[in-house]
């Protein structure tokens, strides 16, 4: 009788620790936030083994050091503070070892280590100390301490040896959740002041353009002829075309000012305005709009049938100056570079092509990221532009793309949708 009433009791102790374990799990993964499940864990262990104290360190991901990351017997200000260095002290032992360790009395055992700032008044007598591993990696300890003497026993040390086991996974993939979000914060916020800073600096530019283009005006005045000729029209009228030609740059400015607040929000203010856009028209405005810096280059015009694609012609003239500007930066002078279209599977299929270095195939579409540089030694890109080009395309409804060209170089296609063929 005596030992059925052994086996029964034994039978009673196991359903009473698996209950304990399964509201563990229940109240661990039911906690809103990560401070209220490491709060879970130390106070439903404390209660569990009948302790005074119950405390959790977590190994830093340096492994250095194991930081307390819960507690309800210490003083908490140092949650977050205190730390243990790994392989030290009876919490350091444990995390290197991987083995459980019991300690009936701290004041007689040489490897407890008093950690500063940690509150002591009361005074620990007892302690038993866990490691929690997770896929052959230590995550932590779990420490439980009493403040009379207490021989821990076998059952104690699986007891708190099964919680630190269902607790390791709970806790690691917590922890990995908790480290995602604060990235995923801290990107945001670096994004949002870029993105604060650049629309800043476009709307600071907008002021000292519209005193240059006031200068330009004043400079470009010339004295009413009154009925007479002017003794060098020749001279007037290259100044009427300086004057002309800076106020075109300025306007540039503005829209490129325009064109990088626009790449910097998430969706552009206003819906792109498509009509029926003469494709050759664009091309030849943008060219001798650029003329000033296509000095250097041979600049080819594939011109062949009319074609209207659908387009919003100020935002096709901004794509199509990125592009070339993003030409002229990376071929060398003296080469040549092309722009034609054509009409394939009902696209209009604009092209601009240069005779430089060349895209590799791993960058063909990490140019188009934003802030995205690949500097080679005849250029510097700013990682702008070619972001900017793309949103542009994909608010008319088009793509974008990179390839190689036929000889050597690179070629960007921009396909729109085709209106008309003339």
């Given amino acids: 009788m005596a030992d059925a009433d052994v086996v029964q009791g034994s039978g009673a102790g196991q359903l009473a620790q698996l209950r304990f374990l399964h509201r563990v799990a229940r109240l661990a993964t039911t906690a809103q936030t990560w401070d209220e ?54 919490t350091g032992r444990v995390a290197a070892s991987r083995q459980p360790i019991v300690i009936p009395d701290i004041k007689d055992d040489p490897r407890f280590l008093w950690v500063r700032g940690i509150d002591q008044r009361r005074f620990i007598t007892s302690m038993l100390s866990v490691p929690l591993a997770w896929n052959d990696r230590t995550v932590g300890v779990l420490n439980i301490q009493t403040e009379r003497t207490r021989e821990f026993s076998q059952a104690d040390v699986a ?19 908790q480290e995602a979000e604060q990235r995923a914060a801290e990107l945001k916020a670096i994004d949002d002041a870029r993105t604060e800073l650049i629309a800043l600096v476009t709307h600071e530019l907008r002021t000292p353009l519209a005193v240059v283009r006031a200068y330009t005006d004043l400079l470009a005045e010339e004295p009413p002829l009154e009925g007479r000729s002017s003794r060098d029209q020749e001279r007037r009228d290259r100044r009427a075309s300086w004057h ?44 001798r709009g650029l003329a000033p810096i296509l000095g250097r280059h041979e600049i080819v015009i594939g011109a062949g049938i009319r074609l209207h694609a659908l387009a919003d012609p100020p935002r096709l003239r901004q794509m199509l100056e990125h592009l070339i500007e993003n030409a002229v930066k990376y071929a060398p002078p003296g080469t040549h570079i092309r722009i034609d279209w054509r009409m394939a599977e009902g696209m209009i299929r604009i092209g601009v092509q240069d005779e430089g270095p060349g895209i590799p195939p791993e960058w ?8 995205a540089r690949r500097d080679t030694h005849t250029a510097r890109g700013s990682g702008i532009g070619l972001y900017a080009a793309k949103r542009l395309c994909e608010s008319m409804g088009g793509h974008l793309w990179c390839e190689p060209a036929p000889a050597h170089g690179a070629r960007f296609v921009i396909a729109l949708p085709a209106a008309a063929a003339v």
Avoid: M
């Fill in 159 to 177: 007891q708190l040896g099964a919680i630190a086991d269902l607790l390791a996974g709970i806790v690691e993939k917590g922890r990995q959740q």
């Fill in 37 to 90: 499940l490491l709060e879970t864990v130390v106070d439903e262990t404390r209660d569990a083994l009948h302790a005074d104290v119950s405390s959790l360190y977590l190994l830093d991901r340096d492994g250095v050091y194991l930081t307390l990351a819960a507690t309800n017997g210490l003083d908490r200000f140092q949650i977050g503070r205190a730390r243990v260095p790994f392989g030290e002290g009876v």
């Fill in 364 to 371: 063909r579409e990490r140019i188009f990221e934003p802030y």
């Fill in 244 to 287: 002309d030609g800076t106020i075109e740059q300025i306007e540039r400015l503005n829209r490129l000012v325009d064109s990088i607040l626009a790449s910097v929000r998430v969706v552009p203010d206003q819906p792109a305005a498509v009509e029926p856009t003469d494709i050759e028209e664009v091309v030849r405005e943008v060219v």
